[in-house]
């Protein structure tokens, strides 16, 4: 069955300290891979995405991932982390069927990051 | 500004009484979608739409209907509330479903008493 998994429920790091948040998914095939970020009260950010081409994903706020075909995983990373990037953090896949898309996101349960000044 | 918006951001109602949640975007996307998110869950997908009068079921559908009537609004419609419907909701659209960047509404936080 198609699954997502961030094994990780809480991740505590000390300002200007690296970042790694672990997403790995179960599937046959490459799907769309995406990291979106919640703060406490706002609606859903997307940080970067992954279709295809390169597998090392720049997105905003200084965050990258790579995605590992051979580890069906898509981690998140952040050389040094700030204050402000303290929130909840999702990775979403989408399993497309042959590159057709329909839409569907699946959710993993998400990662709170608190940051230690 | 392009957004995507929810009406009521908070709700309190009671169990059976029938509530509609709107969701409404002004960036002409085809597809939108409900999600519901659950401490420990994640979110999970409760509808979507591909087009005007284009619907179906997500991953928990039972207890919610919509509708698309018009391609910018999709109203999250629950008939008979119950407590196990309390939740966050969040809407979203993306321009196509090409694997598209969703765009997400604020949330609407409803409790089911």
């Known amino acids: 069955a198609q699954s997502v998994t961030q094994p990780d429920i809480h991740i505590t790091v000390s300002e200007g300290a690296s970042l790694e948040l672990r997403c790995n998914y179960s599937?046959?095939?490459?799907?769309?891979l995406f990291w979106y970020v919640q703060s406490p009260g706002q609606g859903l950010q997307l940080l970067l995405k992954?279709?295809?081409?390169?597998?090392l994903v720049q997105g905003i706020k200084g965050f990258e991932a790579e995605f590992k075909r051979s580890q069906s995983s898509f981690n998140l990373r952040k050389p040094s982390v700030h204050w402000s990037d303290a929130a909840e953090y999702f990775c979403?896949?989408?399993?497309?069927?042959?590159?057709?898309?329909?839409?569907?996101?699946?959710f993993g349960q998400g990662t709170i990051l608190t940051v230690h000044p | 500004e392009a957004q995507v918006t929810q009406n009521p951001r908070y709700l309190i109602t009671v169990t059976g009484k029938k509530l509609t949640v709107t969701c409404s975007q002004n960036?002409?996307?085809?597809?939108m979608s409900w999600y519901r998110q659950d401490p420990g869950l994640g979110l999970r997908q409760i509808y979507y739409?591909?087009?005007?009068?284009?619907?179906d079921k997500g991953d928990v559908p039972e207890g919610y209907k919509v509708s698309r009537k018009e391609k910018r609004n999709f109203p999250l419609i629950l008939e008979s509330p119950s407590p196990n419907q309390t939740s966050l909701y969040f809407c979203?659209?993306?321009?196509?479903?090409?694997?598209?960047?969703?765009?997400f509404g604020p949330g609407t936080r409803l409790l089911v008493l």
């Open positions: 979203a659209s993306s321009l196509s479903v090409r694997g598209e960047t969703q765009y």
């Open positions: 599937y046959g095939a490459t799907p769309y």
């Open positions: 992954y279709f295809s081409g390169d597998t």
């Open positions: 979403a896949v989408d399993f497309n069927v042959g590159g057709t898309s329909y839409g569907k996101l699946t």
């Open positions: 960036m002409n996307h085809e597809y």
């Open positions: 739409s591909m087009n005007v009068e284009v619907t």
